[in-house]
């Protein structure tokens, strides 16, 4: 339904947008974190760290269900997106437990949360007065304070010093990639129907997931290529 004479939805501004957004990818983060938490601590199921065909199947569902979403997306309503969103994150989460240790994902989990959460009160005190790439660097920036300062204090070896530096620099790359489609987006909605903040922002942290997991695929894809003895060339 369009807007009327002086019924109007509050236009969807672009600092309390990414606020948002910052703080759904950061939940989704805990969701994930809880997931891990549940299946490897509380239920303890050995089978996530001694059967390697657990991986090979989460793994498949990981890729398949990005790849349904990624179709479906544009016919979401703000209900399905954050079903979409709460889905990814756990099936994130069981997919991590079968590969790692717990302490490992929740270091790297919590990092890219907090980076998410730092970039929050970054656009909620000087998203207006930032423009282009200059948020994303400035949230990349903190993210990779955040990893240094809890590697250090925790000693951590250099895998998760790696893999949580990495982490920092995948997501904050991808935000920043998919932030024009997510305004464009936030842009239609609020010219098509009566919309909120709140669903703009929940299909936008649904984007950068999708868009993580492609990247993550693709990156997969080019060292395959790049790596002696992966391809018949």
């Known amino acids: 339904m369009k807007p009327f004479g002086w019924i109007q939805p509050a236009q969807v501004a672009p600092a309390e947008l990414m606020v948002n957004i910052c703080l759904w990818l950061a939940a989704g983060m805990a969701l994930?974190?809880?997931?891990?938490?549940?299946?490897?601590d509380v239920m303890a199921i050995r089978a996530?760290?001694?059967?390697s065909a657990i991986i090979v199947l989460l793994a498949i569902l990981w890729?398949?269900?990005?790849?349904?979403?990624?179709v479906l997306f544009d016919r979401f309503n703000t209900w399905s997106a954050?079903?979409?969103?709460?889905?990814?994150?756990?099936?994130?989460?069981l997919l991590l437990a079968s590969l790692f240790p717990l302490g490992g994902i929740v270091v790297h989990l919590a990092i890219t949360g907090g980076m998410?959460?730092?970039?929050?009160?970054i656009a909620h005190f000087a998203g207006s007065s930032l423009r282009g790439s200059g948020y994303?660097?400035?949230?990349?920036?903190a993210g990779l304070l955040l990893a240094i300062a809890v590697n250090s204090l925790r000693h951590s070896g250099l895998l998760l010093w790696f893999g949580s530096i990495m982490a920092v620099l995948f997501f904050s790359a991808v935000s920043a990639y998919k932030s024009k489609s997510i305004a464009v987006s936030a842009r239609k909605l609020y010219a098509r129907e009566f919309t909120t903040v709140q669903s703009s922002a929940i299909r936008g942290a649904l984007a950068i997931w999708l868009g993580v997991i492609t990247?993550?695929?693709r990156t997969l894809e080019l060292?395959?290529?790049l790596l002696p003895g992966t391809n018949s060339r």
């Open 63 to 70: 890729f398949a269900a990005a790849l349904v979403l990624s």
């Open 223 to 225: 060292l395959s290529y």
């Open 116 to 121: 998410y959460l730092l970039g929050a009160a």
């Open 82 to 93: 954050l079903a979409g969103l709460a889905l990814m994150s756990i099936l994130s989460g």
């Open 48 to 51: 996530f760290t001694e059967h």
């Open 32 to 40: 994930s974190i809880a997931t891990a938490w549940l299946v490897l």
């Open 215 to 217: 990247a993550f695929f």
């Open 136 to 141: 994303y660097w400035l949230m990349a920036l």
